[in-house]
T-cell receptor
């Protein structure tokens, strides 16, 4: 069964360092999402891609966060510099045409 | 910002009992979806109900949607210990092309 792949699963970094997360969506899914989920809360959309184009990045803190999907397939989310408040689970998802979303296992980020 | 509000925030029941979770939302939707999340893992899609549907079943799951009240409920019948997880509703908001998730209900099934 096709799955969304994410790496790494866990990342521990010190504040002011740079971190990067990778996502490979289900083959053929044109839409890809990055979410941030703080413990005890629901996922919050950071950025949405349609193929290689950004559709929505209104909630992405653009002073420190960046995301790209250069060839319209896999995607990278970067944080530079990381801050203590960035500690969270970062989830990637891709969707079918009726917007049923399939999530990867997530990357748990801890900023010390 | 999160559109959906789920109720209750936490629910603890005995194995074999039914569990009901509710979700309210604020704007017009294309569909409403329910997801499950086991601790520390990604979300798993459970069921999608379109705005023109009122009820949908999938195995032990039953979802209802009342667009006039802007609310939905998820019923899990004959609960099992493996159903212990957080459950989230997500609304596919009209004109927005994205899902907006609620805060979730933490369900604990006691053996």
């Amino acid at each position: 069964e096709a799955e969304v792949a994410q790496s790494p699963r866990y990342k521990i970094t010190e504040k002011s360092q740079a971190v990067a997360f990778w996502c490979d969506p289900i083959s053929g899914h044109a839409t890809l999402y990055w979410y941030r989920q703080i413990l005890g809360q629901g996922p919050e959309l950071l950025v949405q891609f349609q193929d290689e184009s950004v559709v929505d990045d209104s909630q992405l803190p653009k002073d420190r966060f960046s995301a790209e999907r250069l060839k319209g397939v896999d995607s990278t989310l970067k944080i530079q510099p990381a801050e203590l408040g960035d500690s969270a689970m970062y989830l990637c998802a891709s969707s079918s045409p009726d917007n049923e979303q399939f999530f990867g296992p997530g990357t748990r980020l801890t900023v010390l | 910002s999160q559109q959906g509000e789920e109720d209750p925030q936490a629910l603890s029941i005995q194995e074999g009992e039914n569990a009901t979770m509710n979700c309210s939302y604020k704007t017009s939707i294309n569909n409403l979806q329910w997801y499950r999340q086991n601790s520390g893992r990604g979300l798993v899609h459970l069921i999608l109900i379109r705005s023109n549907e009122r009820e949908k079943h999938s195995g032990r799951l039953r979802v209802t949607l009342d667009t006039s009240k802007k609310s939905s409920s998820l019923l899990i019948t004959a609960s099992r210990a493996a159903d212990t997880a957080s459950y989230f509703c997500a609304t596919d908001v009209q004109g927005a092309q994205k899902l907006v998730f609620g805060q979730g209900t933490r369900l604990t099934i006691n053996p």
